[in-house]
Nanobody
């Protein structure tokens, strides 16, 4: 079992930055791939970014060049640095993890989920 706890959400203005963190406990996090998904009201959960065990990353086109996904295996954390935020980035952001050497981008490929953290970007 892996427990995930997100932090760092909040209310910001368009153009501002936020850094989301996800702390993992329960297992050695370094062997898990991790990802961030987000869900806006009335919309399906969508992929934001993923990171493999080795640290290779993948991003949704909508956030590429603005978001940066990193991991610190020594601290069992993954972080999502979000710059140049837009109102359309407003959503609940979820951290997810799964045992794989890939970096999946679909929600059903992830076994463990955090409770989510709200990000609101005002125009």
């Amino acid at each position: 079992q892996v427990q995930l706890v997100e932090s760092g959400g909040g209310l910001v203005q368009a153009g501002d930055s936020l850094r989301l963190s996800c702390a993992a406990s329960g297992r050695t996090f370094s062997v898990y791939a991790a990802a961030w998904f987000r869900q806006a009201p009335g919309k399906e959960r969508e992929f934001v970014a993923a990171i493999s065990r080795s640290g290779s990353t993948a991003y949704a086109d909508s956030v590429k060049g603005r978001f940066t996904f990193t991991r610190n295996n020594a601290k069992n954390t993954v972080d999502l640095q979000m710059d140049s935020l837009k109102p359309e980035d407003t959503a609940v952001y979820y951290c997810a993890a799964t045992w794989t050497n890939q970096r999946p981008s679909r929600p059903n490929e992830y076994s463990y989920w955090g409770q989510g953290t709200q990000v609101t970007v005002s125009s």
